[in-house]
């Protein structure tokens, strides 16, 4: 698969098709640093970012440099994450037919939890090493990535991409038919990605943390992923607003960084207090449809 091939063809937005796009801003790797410029593009249609890399300038090898790690869920987290996935993964049917398959599944935390619920779960994960860790655990993660996937005609019962379809480089139409392909009639999409129309993409621009700049080569607004999974015939069953307190102070931490030490932004991503008011800050958000991250669960239509 050729470099920057979610670009749907020059100039257009690759959530809705409008030519009407336009140069927002261009922002570094802040997180594993370097001074290389990436060029983000927002529609004026859906409000949908996208990164639309120069020439040769985008590779897998600079986007997820050796550091980058896929298990960041520490075991020792294992706690959390049970009662994080337990809290706010959505309520799916007790009878599932098909399997359960999580895309970008890590150490396999979620493969774990699915598993004492249903009794066909598994994961796949690009990263070798995470891999290793979930096979150590007796976790049923297969090494391998979305382009690759092959079922050889057995249809899936949900599907999972938590923070994954940001990172995908197919083009979303494309993402999009394949779900629909993989899935039972009535079978369940669970997607969890950025936000392109939250309050801290607007007001963070290129600090904001979940650009994860060059990593995420699409980030959709609600109403350009909507309109698009609905095309191919899903249709919405939940959407929740999952914005992190997380994201704010490491936007707000990053502007400082550039030296925008705006004093709201020394609130958020400063002060110990202020973490607990950062809490309540993105709670506030989501009731108000703006958070950081936004989760929807579809359902293919019968
Ligand atoms: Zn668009």
Redesign the pocket.
């Known amino acids: 698969m050729s470099v920057a091939s979610w670009l749907s063809s020059a100039g257009l937005?690759?959530?809705?098709?409008?030519p009407?796009?336009g140069f927002l801003f261009s922002s570094t790797d802040r997180f594993f640093g370097g001074e290389q410029l990436y060029p983000y593009f927002r529609?004026?249609?859906?409000?949908?970012l996208f990164l639309v890399p120069i020439e040769g300038e985008w590779s897998f090898a600079d986007a997820y440099p050796s550091k980058y790690a896929a298990h960041s869920q520490l075991e020792r987290l294992r706690w959390y994450h049970r009662w994080f996935s337990t809290y706010f993964f959505p309520v799916l049917p007790k009878h599932i037919r098909g399997r359960i398959v999580e895309i970008g599944s890590g150490t396999g935390l979620l493969v774990d939890w699915l598993s004492r619920r249903y009794p066909e779960v598994c994961g796949m994960e690009m990263d070798q090493h995470a891999v290793e860790l979930a096979s150590r655990a007796g976790r049923p993660v297969v090494r391998g990535d979305w382009e690759s996937i092959a079922f050889d005609g057995e249809k899936v019962g949900v599907l999972i991409m938590n923070q994954v379809l940001e990172h995908l480089i197919s083009r979303p139409d494309e993402v999009v038919q394949r779900a629909f392909q993989i899935l039972n009639q009535g079978g369940f999409w669970v997607i969890r990605t950025p936000n392109a129309s939250s309050w801290g993409s607007r007001v963070f621009g290129e600090y904001w943390h979940p650009l994860e700049v060059p990593r995420h080569t699409v980030i959709y607004?609600v109403s350009?992923l909507i309109e698009l999974v609905a095309r191919y015939g899903f249709a919405v069953r939940q959407l929740r607003f999952t914005g992190r307190a997380y994201d704010l102070t490491q936007s707000a931490h990053y502007m400082q960084e550039a030296g925008r030490n705006a004093w709201f932004m020394h609130l958020l991503g400063r002060c110990l207090p202020l973490s607990c008011g950062a809490r309540f800050w993105a709670s506030a958000i989501n009731l108000f449809r703006r958070g950081d991250s936004f989760e929807l669960l579809l359902q293919k239509n019968i």
């Open positions: 937005c690759p959530v809705c098709g409008s009407q796009t529609c004026k249609r859906c409000e949908s607004s350009g």
